[in-house]
T-cell receptor, first 112, second 114 residues
Framework: DQQVKQNSPSLSVQEGRISILNCDYTNSMFDYFLWYKKYPAEGPTFLISISSIKDKNEDGRFTVFLNKSAKHLSLHIVPSQPGDSAVYFCAASGAGSYQLTFGKGTKLSVIP | DTEVTQTPKHLVMGMTNKKSLKCEQHMGHRAMYWYKQKAKKPPELMFVYSYEKLSINESVPSRFSPECPNSSLLNLHLHALQPEDSALYLC?????????????FGDGTRLSIL
C-alpha cells in the first residue's frame, strides 16, 4: 500500500508560469515532509521541507503548502524555468523516525 | 555539487565477485543511509546508521553487508549478488538533532550484475 502518492507522472508548464506538483499521503503519523528534485544520473537534491506544525514554507521560487486535514501537500514553483525540468519526489517521515517514504515522482518539463 | 561523495559511479560485477561501495561526507552528520533505486521507482531504504551503529535494517538479504568505520564513512559490501540487484545505490546523510533535518543524497553508484 502506497503511503505517499504522486498521482501525476508528468507535468508540462510554459516558462515563466507556475508549476504545481501535488502529493497525497495516507499515514497520519507522518509529521515531516520534503520535496526532492532529481536530474538524470544524479542523486536526489533536497529542495524544501515542512513540518506538520506549519501549513506553508517558502524558499525563493519554491513554496510548499501542507493541508493536514486533507493529507495533501503541494509544491509551487514560480516562475518556472527550463532548468527546473527534472523529476520531483515527495517524501515523508514520522515522529522519531529517520525513514523517508517516497512517492513515485512527477516529471516536470518546463517549455521555453 | 553534492556534499555526499559516492564511489565508484559505475560498477559491473559478476555474481561470484566481492566488491564494495563507498560513501563519504564531511558535513558532521551522524546519521547515514543506504537506499536502492530501480528504474522509474522511488528510492527504497536499506540501512540506517546512527552514531556509527546500525539502527535499521529493512530486511535486506545478507549478500549486502553495511559497515560504518567512522562518522564520515559508510561502506556497502557486496557478495554473491543476483541480476535483480542491478540498480542505483544511493547514500544519504543527515544531522541528528531534536529539530527535523533533511537527508542529503550522493549521486549514487550504478550497479550492474552480469
Amino acid at each position: 500500500d502506497q503511503q505517499v502518492k504522486q498521482n501525476s507522472p508528468s507535468l508540462s508548464v510554459q516558462e515563466g508560469r507556475i508549476s504545481i506538483l501535488n502529493c497525497d499521503y495516507t499515514n497520519s503519523m507522518f509529521d515531516y515532509f520534503l520535496w526532492y528534485k532529481k536530474y538524470p544520473a544524479e542523486g536526489p537534491t533536497f529542495l524544501i521541507s515542512i513540518s506538520s506544525i506549519k501549513d506553508k514554507n517558502e524558499d525563493g521560487r519554491f513554496t510548499v503548502f501542507l493541508n493536514k486535514s486533507a493529507k495533501h501537500l503541494s509544491l509551487h514553483i514560480v516562475p518556472s524555468q527550463p532548468g527546473d525540468s527534472a523529476v520531483y519526489f515527495c517524501a515523508a517521515s514520522g515522529a522519531g523516525s529517520y525513514q523517508l517514504t517516497f512517492g513515485k515522482g512527477t516529471k516536470l518539463s518546463v517549455i521555453p | 555539487d553534492t556534499e555526499v561523495t559516492q564511489t565508484p559511479k559505475h560498477l559491473v560485477m559478476g555474481m561470484t565477485n566481492k566488491k564494495s561501495l563507498k560513501c563519504e561526507q564531511h558535513m558532521g552528520h551522524r546519521a547515514m543511509y543506504w537506499y536502492k533505486q530501480k528504474a522509474k521507482k522511488p528510492p527504497e531504504l536499506m540501512f540506517v546508521y546512527s552514531y556509527e551503529k546500525l539502527s535499521i535494517n529493512e530486511s535486506v538479504p545478507s549478500r549486502f553487508s553495511p559497515e560504518c568505520p567512522n562518522s564520515s564513512l559508510l561502506n556497502l559490501h557486496l557478495h554473491a549478488l543476483q541480476p535483480e540487484d542491478s540498480a542505483l545505490y544511493l547514500c544519504a546523510s543527515s544531522q541528528v538533532s531534536g529539530v527535523r533535518q533533511p537527508q542529503h543524497f550522493g549521486d549514487g553508484t550504478r550497479l550492474s550484475i552480469l
